[in-house]
C-alpha cells in the first residue's frame, strides 16, 4: 500500500540478490514518484511486474517447482528454519493486517519471523529485509542465468 515501503522492497531485493518482484492488486504502482525515490533507481534495474491473480501467480511458480512462502506470526516454523536453498519466492502481507486467507492458503509454506518484544507486526519492507537477508545467507553469491529466484514481494 504505501509506495516507500514498495520502492524499498525493491531496492532491498536487488541488493540481497532476488531476481524480481511480482506485485499484487492493491500495490502502489512501480512508477509513482515516492516508489522511484525509495528504491534509489531499482525500479529500473530490477525486474518487476504487476498481477492481479494470486492463483494464476502461485500456479506458474509451481510449475517452475518454486515454493510460494508467506509469513504469519501464528506459525510455528521460523524463517531460520527454512531450506532457502530451494528456489522459493516469497509473499509479504501489508504492515495493518498481513497476509489474509486466500493468500495464506496460496501458500506452500508459512514461516514466522521470530522478534522479542510485544511488537506484533512489522513494516512490510522490514519483513521483506529480514527474509531476503536470511535467503542470502544461506545461498552463494549468483547473478545472471545462474541466478535463482529467493523472492518475489507482495505488499
Known amino acids: 500500500q504505501d509506495p516507500g515501503n514498495v520502492g524499498t522492497i525493491l531496492r532491498i531485493g536487488e541488493s540481497l540478490g532476488a531476481t524480481g518482484c511480482i506485485a499484487l492488486r492493491g500495490t502502489a504502482g512501480f512508477y509513482n514518484g515516492k516508489v522511484v525515490r525509495a528504491s ?13 491473480n494470486l492463483q494464476e ?41 498481513g497476509l489474509n486467507r486466500e493468500e495464506l492458503a496460496a501458500c506452500d509454506t508459512v514461516l514466522r519471523i521470530p522478534h522479542k518484544g510485544s511488537v506484533e507486526s512489522l513494516n512490510s519492507a522490514i519483513a521483506a529485509a529480514i527474509i531476503l537477508y536470511e535467503a542470502s545467507k544461506q545461498r552463494p553469491y549468483m547473478s545472471g542465468a545462474n541466478a535463482s529466484p529467493i523472492g518475489r514481494s507482495h505488499q
Open 40 to 52: 534509489a533507481g531499482s525500479v529500473f534495474r530490477f525486474p518487476h511486474t504487476g498481477s492481479e
Open 57 to 97: 501467480i502461485a500456479s506458474a511458480l509451481r510449475s517452475q517447482r518454486i515454493g510460494l512462502v508467506g509469513t504469519s506470526p501464528d506459525t510455528a516454523g521460523t524463517i531460520e528454519q527454512w531450506d532457502w536453498r530451494k528456489p522459493s519466492a516469497i509473499l509479504i502481507g501489508n504492515e495493518g493486517q
